[in-house]
Each structure stands twice: as structure tokens, then as C-alpha cells.
Nanobody, 113 residues
Framework: QVHLVESGGGLVQAGGSLRLSCAAS????????MGWYRQTPGSQRELVAT??????TNYADSVKGRFTISRGNKNTVYLQMNSLKPEDTAVYYC????????WGQGTQVTVSS
């Protein structure tokens, strides 16, 4: 079973940057796809960005041009978030899919105006 652990959330002013990291354990092969979702209270979890092992990316329209997803060594994934806006405030969840879908515990990102 894949275990995902996020880090890097926090409080930042509008226009600032944050970098989220997610490290996966429990899977010896390259996880076919990893990514990030986010959720605000009372709303459904929404896709932010995904990245396949082959390098294909998918971004939500709201973050295109501001966020960049990348993968590091051996099943780590990053989300570089620039030009942050208050509406980016949410809990960000790392996601991965191998034999089954896995989720991290979430990390809070708060953007103040």
C-alpha cells in the first residue's frame, strides 16, 4: 500500500510563493501518476495538477501559468505555487495511483490578502 506524506504548506501573502512536497513509500516501482488536489470547507475536492511517470501533465485552468508540478527521485512529487491568490487557500492533498488510489493527510495553504 502506498503511503503519501505532504509537507511545505503554510501562510503566505498574496503574490507570494510556496512549494509543496510529497514523498511516497511502500511501492518499489515508479508510481504511474501522482498529483495534487485541494479542498475548502463545504466544497468538493478538486484537481490542481497531475503528472504521469511518462511526463504528461494536467492542470486546473485556475492555476495554469502559476503552478508547476514536477517529480523528483523515486516517487516524490512537488508543486511550485507562484503568484498565489487568496482563492488558492485550501487544504492540499497529495494523490497517487498505482494498484489503488492513495491520498496524503493534507497540508494547509493559507494566502492572505
Amino acid at each position: 500500500q502506498v503511503h503519501l506524506v505532504e509537507s511545505g504548506g503554510g501562510l503566505v501573502q498574496a503574490g507570494g510563493s510556496l512549494r509543496l512536497s510529497c514523498a511516497a513509500s511502500g511501492y518499489i516501482f515508479s508510481i504511474p501518476a501522482m498529483g495534487w488536489y485541494r479542498q475548502t470547507p463545504g466544497s468538493q475536492r478538486e484537481l490542481v495538477a497531475t503528472l504521469t511517470a511518462g511526463g504528461s501533465t494536467n492542470y486546473a485552468d485556475s492555476v495554469k501559468g502559476r503552478f508547476t508540478i514536477s517529480r523528483g527521485n523515486k516517487n516524490t512529487v512537488y508543486l511550485q505555487m507562484n503568484s498565489l491568490k487568496p482563492e488558492d487557500t485550501a487544504v492540499y492533498y497529495c494523490w497517487g495511483i498505482a494498484a489503488t488510489e492513495s491520498w496524503g493527510q493534507g497540508t494547509q495553504v493559507t494566502v492572505s490578502s
